[in-house]
């Protein structure tokens, strides 16, 4: 039987075929190019915290390993030299940001869709399936919003977690289910580390 995870990832893989694309363009999502092409002013905190959510959706498929996180986002420190990216670099981080996140999205409810997901027992199927539909619809359309705006996407991230958690037949995230959870303790490391000179 094959797990939830590998599910969600053979959803996603499946819209991609269907938008034959290596990854669904924000285009093909419904995005705006104005977000992307003249993205807003950000700090250099806010950069990095940008970079981190974006490998943190690739842990969450397995493409990135999670014990890696925290070395890449030295790297990325360290290329950076505690300086805000060329706006070019943050346009493309938003992209991908912007894509990736949407992937996970469009693959959580194409699961939900087709009947793969596994929900608690508390409540008919049905109910979960029909709400768990529109508030990913809903934060569909706060991520493009937020990404348009600048603002932190993790709180769309993490709420993306707990409805994947909802979709394995968990009520709540169990301890350790995700990698959300450990966005800011990284990125405070991080960032303290280089405040201090602190070699990687």
Known sequence: MRSPLKLLSLAGLVLLVACNSP???AADLGSSPAA????????YREALSRYLSLEMIRA???VVARED???ALEDQARRWQGAVPAAAEVADIDQQLL??????????SYLVQ?????????????????DTVARLEDLRRRL??????????LPVLTELERIRALTEGYGSIPKGFGVFEQ??????????KQAEGTPA
């Open 36 to 43: 992307i092409a003249d993205p807003a002013p950000v700090s």
């Open 60 to 62: 969450t498929f397995d």
């Open 114 to 130: 087709v009947g793969g997901a596994v929900f608690p027992s508390d409540k008919a199927e049905t109910v979960y399936a029909n």
């Open 69 to 71: 996180l925290g070395p």
């Open 144 to 153: 493009f919003e937020d990404v348009e705006a600048g603002s932190d996407v």
């Open 23 to 25: 990854f669904a363009s």
């Open 183 to 192: 966005h800011d303790q990284l990125l405070d490391q991080v960032l303290a």
């Open 99 to 108: 894509a990736e996140a949407s992937y996970y999205i469009v693959s959580l």
